[in-house]
Nanobody
Framework: VQLQASGGGLVQAGGSLTLSCTVS????????IGWFRRAPGKERQGISF????????YYPDSVKGRFTISKDNVRNTMYLQMSSLKPEDTAIYYC????????????????????????WGQGTQVTVSS
């Protein structure tokens, strides 16, 4: 299984970026997805989460209204659209996938704990200048 993250870069405050994460070896339609980030000197932070069926999403207050998680099951790719970026969004961003079973509950549940995630991308750097 491989997760290949891309789309990071340098952007001015107030700007936008869209991160992509192409997945191979598993079918995203059966997996919950999440985006995490780690800023210099800080703990890893979960920032966007989606259930396998796409019907449930969650964002912490730090990114709510600015970030949007999505996935394309045909392309087997997950995305993170980021807007109104702030210098404090500077971090390495990681995509990840979680699978907890095939039940109706599992398909409608997102996971916010990094420990629930099985596969991780290599990370892509996002730098927001002031």
């Amino acid at each position: 299984v491989q997760l290949q993250a891309s789309g990071g870069g340098l952007v001015q405050a107030g700007g936008s970026l869209t991160l992509s994460c192409t997945v191979s070896g598993i079918f995203l339609e059966n997996w919950a997805i999440g985006w995490f980030r780690r800023a210099p000197g800080k703990e890893r932070q979960g920032i966007s989460f989606m259930s396998p069926n796409g019907g449930s999403v969650y964002y912490p207050d730090s990114v709510k209204g600015r970030f949007t998680i999505s996935k394309d099951n045909v392309r087997n790719t997950m995305y993170l659209q980021m807007s109104s970026l702030k210098p404090e969004d500077t971090a390495i961003y990681y995509c990840a996938t979680a699978h907890r079973g095939y039940g109706l509950y599992q398909y409608s549940t997102y996971y916010t704990d990094a420990a629930d995630y099985t596969y991780w991308g290599q990370g892509t750097q996002v730098t927001v200048s002031s």
